[in-house]
């Protein structure tokens, strides 16, 4: 009975506040249509510059394969000057350059390097543009090869399958990943900044002289922003299956036991900040930079985990989100492997366990 | 005369707020290095030591040596090698291998009569992006194998051949690109708390009403409100920028005086928006949820982790509100391009726009939102 009356308390202090509704519904479809629609590292149609010294039938050909290829906007530019100053002013990502002796040099029989260009800024956009170029050249070579009547001598040929996204859509590994970030966000953020307000503003204390007894209190603290978070949960699920095709090969209820649990972990770290911050300022920064952030970057949502040197993996390790992300990033594509599953279900139990017992020992202290 | 001691007394005063609490000191200095030297090292698109394994029918010499090139490369690492085809959906499966190599039986015998010999990858595609730069090293690999094997055949390769440079960032290292990025990032993420909280926290102490009957003009106000936010996003960012130039061996080729207009520019945008959010908020929980609302979105539509070319017309549209889309181009165009102040006057004026308008509309909200 005192619990339901905690869990009415808090449930309204929910409902009243436009901003706690705001984060758990508006910012997960504002970030699930940023990232389903907005965010893709596939580039498409990359600006090249091309330019051809002395025009004649296989660099017409060869500029021909660019200006066909649907990842290419070619644009071309009289000289090499030109182009590099357009490249300079960030108009165009790469120069193909063809010089004045590269027609003549085919014709002999004598190696005709092409030459190219790219803005290496964007280190992981240079290797897609390279990796294009390389293929259109390719894929020209084998043609220009056939319209001379011979074939172009290939040793091996790379046959490519990829299993769980065929098409490399980058939309199918964000969406789901984005999952852990907006309960990262509900989960800890939310009650950081909430729990801390009653410390801050002394109701805390107030509830602590209450017959309440310490369980009561956490769980009627816990309970409405749990069930805040998981429908925001289902909310995105919901999203990312019907709205953004992302296949949810495994099974459902397999998701939400998962989703539990690391719910459960995300809102202890948040009752830990708010107990350690004690005022709203630093509950706020303490929660974007040791859940927010890290979620974002040393989970595995967006950059690789076994490319990290050997001290950041370890650390990793202490980011909840990490075998979230794994978990959600097979259950969507993959499918129910139990092995992965399992694995990173008890590393999120462990983290729960220990989290859970530093609350109740840090509330306990408070009580005296 | 009068009207900068009280400006000065309001600065002093929020910056007093700000520094005396030990726990705040300790959230503006310390996390941010702290998450630079993490996120600088953790934040990379570079793969090393993918894991492979290598399914080999064939066992013959020529596919004995493309698999010790495989190996040899530092991308990939040869965990383990099988010989049946049921072990490979495990393995891709439990994410112990990234990529399988699979040569058939005929490998080498196509290899020797001069046709064309399949090699079969198979990729786990969970990460897509992670998918796509495996297949491109071991393209690169296959190419100079290719080549090499015609080569010891006395046969030439092709004869038009691709010479590639890269310009600014030689070796490709994508640390050069994301740490400029965590500049902004951090500064705006800092910066926008500061000044985010420093009315709401007086709204919700009641004292927001004190200052305003007080001599002070709003103008007055706004201005003591935003200098603690700039000095700190000043200090902080030359903070980040030593650390990036000494210890991660960033260049900065350009004009370091280019560099500092832009983080003004950027931090006056930036104070802009945080004191709007705060003369909206009634209380601190939604400041910190508002300010959130506003980074969240501008980290994800600035460039700093995903080109901007690639989004949809739409959303390209919208990235022109962002004002760290603008500093982004600017710290990485002084940093690795060598920028001066001319090539990046198209990122100047857009940001002195976005701070100008914010802080004109922080003010208005402060004279009319009274309650």
């Known amino acids: 009975m005192r619990l339901l009356g905690m869990i009415h308390k808090e449930s309204l202090q929910i409902l009243r506040d436009p901003s706690s509704i705001s984060i758990a519904f508006v910012l997960p479809v504002v970030l699930l249509f940023l990232f389903g629609y907005g965010v893709s590292l596939d580039a498409k149609l990359i600006p090249v510059g091309i330019v051809i010294e002395q025009p004649d039938t296989a660099t017409q050909s060869l500029a021909g394969a660019f200006e066909r290829s649907e990842f290419f906007q070619p644009y071309h530019f009289d000289s090499i000057q030109t182009a590099q100053q357009m490249l300079n002013e960030r108009h165009i990502d790469g120069i193909l350059w063809m010089r004045s002796n590269f027609s003549s040099n085919l014709l002999a029989g004598e190696e005709a390097p092409i030459g190219v260009i790219i803005n290496g800024v964007d280190s992981n956009q240079a290797n897609i543009t390279q990796g294009y170029i390389q293929g259109t050249w390719l894929a020209w070579l084998s043609r220009y090869a056939e319209s001379r009547g011979h074939s172009l001598p290939m040793p091996v040929s790379l046959e490519q399958r990829v299993w769980f996204n065929a098409a490399l859509s980058s939309r199918l590994f964000l969406v789901p990943g984005l999952i852990a970030i907006i309960m990262t966000m509900i989960g800890s953020l939310l009650t950081a900044l909430v729990v801390a307000r009653e410390w801050e503003r002394g109701t805390m204390e107030a509830l602590m002289v209450t017959p309440l007894r310490i369980g009561e209190l956490l769980a009627g603290k816990l309970i409405p922003y749990f069930a805040l978070g998981m429908t925001g949960m289902l909310f995105s699920v919901a999203l990312a299956v019907w709205q953004f095709e992302v296949p949810l090969r495994g099974s459902l209820w397999l998701l939400m036991v998962s989703s539990a649990l690391f719910m459960l972990v995300a809102l202890a770290i948040g009752m830990l900040i708010s107990i350690v911050a004690k005022n709203q300022f630093v509950a706020g920064q303490l929660a974007i930079i040791v859940t927010f952030l890290p979620a974002f970057i040393l989970s595995g949502f967006l950059f690789d985990i076994n490319s990290m040197p050997e001290w950041v993996q370890l650390i990793t390790h202490l980011v909840p989100a990490r075998y979230f992300v794994a978990i959600l990033q097979t259950l969507f594509l993959a499918g129910d492997v139990w092995p992965v599953v399992l694995s990173n279900m008890g590393a999120l139990l462990i983290m729960l366990l220990f989290f859970f017992t530093l609350v109740w020992r840090k509330s306990h202290k408070h009580l005296e | ?371």
Not at chain 2, 74 to 79: G, S
Not at chain 2, 181 to 191: A, M
């Open chain 2, 1 to 371: 005369m009068t009207c900068f001691r009280y400006i000065l007394a309001l600065a002093i005063k929020e910056f007093l707020a700000l520094l005396r609490d030990k726990r705040s000191r300790m959230v503006i200095i310390g996390p941010p290095i702290a998450q630079l030297l993490i996120f600088g090292f953790a934040a990379t698109y570079d793969l090393n030591n993918v894991p492979v394994v290598i399914f080999d029918e064939d066992r013959g010499v020529a596919a004995r040596e493309l698999v010790s090139r495989i190996d040899g490369s530092p991308n990939f690492q040869v965990v383990t090698t099988i010989s049946h085809d049921s072990e490979i959906a495990p393995l891709i499966d439990n994410k112990e291998a990234l990529l399988v190599l699979h040569i058939g039986q005929n490998f080498s015998a196509d290899l020797m009569q001069g046709r064309t010999a399949p090699l079969q990858a198979i990729l786990d595609g969970r990460n897509s992006n992670t998918a796509m730069i495996a297949m491109n090293y071991l393209r690169t690999i296959l190419l100079d194998y290719n080549r090499s094997w015609l080569e010891s055949q006395g046969r030439s390769g092709p004869l038009v051949t691709l010479q590639t440079r890269t310009w600014y960032n030689e070796n490709l290292q994508s640390r050069w690109f994301i740490i400029p990025g965590i500049v902004g990032l951090l500064t705006l993420v800092v910066t926008l708390l500061v000044t985010a909280l420093s009315v709401a926290r007086e709204r919700e102490a009641g004292t927001f009403d004190q200052l305003l009957v007080t001599p002070l003009r709003p103008t007055e106000i706004l201005i003591g409100k935003a200098i603690p936010g700039i000095v700190i996003g000043l200090l902080q960012a030359t903070l980040i920028i030593v650390l990036m130039v000494l210890f991660f061996n960033i260049p900065l080729r350009g004009s370091i005086g280019a560099l500092y207009l832009g983080i003004v520019l950027f931090l006056l945008s930036a104070v802009g928006i945080g004191l709007m959010i705060s003369a909206i908020a009634a209380t601190q929980q939604q400041a910190v949820l508002g300010a959130f609302l506003f980074l969240v979105p501008s980290v994800i539509l600035s460039g700093f982790a995903t080109p901007i070319a690639n989004m949809p017309q739409l959303v390209q549209w919208l990235t022109y509100l962002n004002p760290l889309r603008y500093f982004l181009v600017v710290v990485r165009g002084v940093t690795l391009e060598g920028d001066g102040y001319a090539l990046l006057m198209n990122q100047y004026w857009p940001m002195a726009i976005i701070g100008v308008a914010s802080l004109a509309f922080a003010g208005w909200l402060f004279r009319n939102r009274m309650y």
